[in-house]
T-cell receptor, first 116, second 110 residues
């Protein structure tokens, strides 16, 4: 079974440009999460989808970030316009919705974004 | 609020040495606790977990015990290998999200 896949693995863009990150969760996983690690700091929660709906977007840093999950399958995270402080590693994770307190989240390899 | 604090790295050890990476947490109630590992070039992987007080999680020779009285979840391994070189993240699960520590980079020298 394929795991969580993210694309691209690495992106270098100039300040002011737009970048779109993609995440394909494990098939059948309704929960999809985006996290970000800025260099040397914690991995921080950005947002959580349940199917196509945004369950919690309290971690989104500002309105330059837009996440979508049309059809409840893959998700995209767009940064427009990108700023230097957006550089970091963006992780996606997915989990099943079993109606219990905790189900294991599986993470992708991450996309390393560098804004120059 | 909820937070995780783990020891700063990098940690450099010789092969077969004993490893401890300290982790403490602040949270309301009784969160589930985790250690994740990121090997070079790979994604985050769940290493072990504990869901209630006094539970011991273990995997690949690593262990961590959920200590409610000290709000700690220290990671230990009796004899590390070069292949254990990675970044280790302590984390807790609360309100349907995972809260991570800053990560500890571990280097094992042959």
């Amino acid at each position: 079974e394929a795991g969580v896949t993210q694309f691209p693995s690495h992106s270098v863009i100039e300040k002011g440009q737009t970048v779109t990150l993609r995440c394909d969760p494990i098939s059948g996983h309704d929960n999809l999460y985006w996290y970000r690690r800025v260099m040397g700091k914690e991995i921080k929660f950005l947002l959580h989808f349940v199917k196509e709906s945004k369950q919690d977007e309290s971690g989104m840093p500002n309105n330059r970030f837009l996440a979508e999950r049309t059809g409840g399958t893959y998700s995209t995270l767009k940064v427009q316009p990108a700023e230097l402080e957006d550089s970091g590693v963006y992780f996606c994770a997915s989990s099943q919705d079993l109606g219990v307190k905790y189900t294991e989240a599986f993470f992708g390899q991450g996309t390393r974004l560098t804004v120059v | 609020g909820n937070s995780v604090t783990q020891m700063e790295g990098p940690v450099t050890l010789s092969e077969e040495a004993f490893l401890t990476i300290n982790c403490t947490y602040t949270a309301t109630g009784y969160p589930s606790l985790f250690w994740y590992v990121q090997y070079p070039g790979e994604g985050l992987q769940l290493l072990l977990k504990a869901t209630k007080a006094d539970d011991k999680g273990s995997n690949k020779g690593f262990e961590a015990t959920y200590r409610k009285e000290t709000t700690s979840f220290h990671l230990e391994k009796g004899s590390v290998q070069v292949s254990d070189s990675a970044v280790y993240f302590c984390a807790l699960h609360r309100d349907d999200k995972i809260i991570f520590g800053k990560g500890t980079r571990l280097h094992i020298l042959p």
